[in-house]
């Protein structure tokens, strides 16, 4: 592994510590009065008060190699640069792990076998060379916070565009408690600055900790003692109270996917099966962000079947081929679930058998309203003249073209110049 390699790998092992301590320090909600109702949780409830869909972004954390994510077979670079880790183009019958044709030039590898079905639905859409135009970092920590500030790094801003998206918009829901959900210990940046907007690690087990027979009269000993205090310290406890309250009311431990759906028994796979449940309850949540980490493969690549990187590839496909089914196979609001990564890895293979910080990545998009059943690109080119500074995929499409047009048309919210300020958005013609 190289010197390079070994700084980026200590830089990610702070990361998780550092979000953590900013989003405490960063993601306090704006005071708000509490409604004199609490809303009615209706699971399966056959209609929505709005034509929003509801936004999922699962950020794998760590940096995806996008070149195997949707792997160019087409392109004869790749297997220049990849001599032992690329994945077999489709024709090579020799070889049990090859990647399976999608439209004659790229391919999906054996471990997201899952998703062909959404792909074949025309719901997954896969975004390829993507990535921040004007930043060159390779940075964890710079690339995954310009990304969900959505300013790219030109525009200093302690909000994300989520959050940004939330606070011009009402909520889709009148008086809704709940609009914003991270499911991590610290509120993602992307969702900073967004109204009734919380971090929750595990919504099925929201609330005090300690002794069930004594949560009550402890809740009721918090009430108390912050209403006799004033704004915005009374107003946040009450609010935290009350979502407990209705988070309790949804039976994220007992629900049960539709459509023969089934989730694996991982972190990743409860958030999006509390995710399906949470939609379902129509209550007024809009966004909800999951992180999914592990992807910073400097060494052992892993793109075999028992591979680290097949591995994380298959969870992540199998879990949102999940979730598709789940939220498709039964009446339930419509859904926009966007997979993104701070950067791709280098095109060419280290000699730990692995690939370092790279640039241009690949991102998904998977709904109810996606035109899918395609890889939108503008393709570079993998051979030595064509890379960035002579090794990495080059960014031809930003990652706002695609936030941007879901943003307007399934959320919305045509108020663009202040989700991504600084920044004019070319729609690639990603939504229905």
């Not at 992307?190 to 009269?217: E, H, K, M, R, W």
């Not at 949804?250 to 099966?273: D, E, H």
Request: glycine fraction near 12%; proline fraction near 5%; hydrophobic fraction near 40%.
């Amino acid at each position: 592994m190289n010197p390079e390699a070994c700084t980026g790998c200590a830089e990610y092992s702070e990361l998780s510590r550092r979000g953590f301590l900013q989003a405490a320090a960063g993601a306090g909600a704006a005071a708000a009065v509490l409604p004199a109702w609490l809303p009615r949780v209706a699971l399966a409830e056959s209609h929505r008060s709005s034509m929003r869909d509801v936004l999922v972004c699962v950020f794998l954390r760590g940096a995806a190699d996008g070149l195997t994510m949707c792997v160019p077979h087409g392109d004869s670079g790749y297997y220049a640069a990849r001599p032992t880790i690329a994945v077999a183009r489709p024709d090579q019958t020799t070889i049990s792990s090859r990647c399976i044709d999608l439209d004659g030039f790229f391919g999906l590898p054996p471990a997201m076998a899952p998703l062909l079905p959404a792909y074949t639905d025309e719901k997954l859409l896969i975004v390829h060379a993507c990535g921040i135009i004007n930043s060159d970092t390779r940075s964890h920590f710079d690339a995954q916070r310009f990304i969900e500030s959505g300013t790219g790094g030109e525009i200093p801003t302690a909000s994300g565009w989520l959050g940004r998206h939330l606070a011009v918009t009402g909520p889709s829901r009148p008086g809704s408690l709940l609009r914003g959900v991270g499911i991590s210990m610290g509120l993602q940046r992307s969702l900073y600055g967004g109204p009734s907007t919380i971090a929750v690690p595990d919504l099925a087990n929201f609330g005090l900790a300690g002794a069930q027979s004594t949560v009550a009269a402890r809740q009721e000993v918090l009430r108390t003692m912050h209403d006799q205090v004033a704004d915005p310290l009374r107003s946040t406890s009450d609010i935290t109270l009350a979502t407990i309250d209705l988070l309790r009311q949804i039976n994220f431990s007992t629900y049960q996917p539709a459509g023969g759906a089934t989730y694996q028994n991982v972190a990743f796979a409860t958030a999006l099966k509390s995710t399906a449940a949470l939609i379902k309850a129509d209550i007024g949540v809009e966004a909800v962000a999951i992180d999914y980490t592990g992807w910073d493969t400097h060494a052992n690549h892993g793109t075999a079947a028992g591979g680290w990187l097949y591995n994380l590839l298959y969870t992540l496909s199998y879990n949102l081929a999940a979730f598709y089914r789940d939220m498709t196979a039964a009446t339930a609001p419509n859904f926009v679930v966007l997979v993104m990564s701070e950067f791709g890895r280098r095109v060419a293979q280290n000699g730990s058998g692995g690939t370092d910080h790279g640039h241009g990545g690949a991102m998904l998009a998977l709904g109810n309203a996606i035109r899918g059943g395609r890889v939108v690109r503008d393709w570079p080119g993998l051979h030595t003249d064509q890379l960035f500074e002579g090794l990495d995929l080059q960014v031809t499409i930003d990652y706002r073209d695609i936030l941007a047009e879901i943003v307007q048309f399934r959320l919305g919210n045509y108020e663009l110049g202040t989700v991504f300020p600084g920044y004019d958005a070319t729609f690639r013609g990603v939504t229905i």
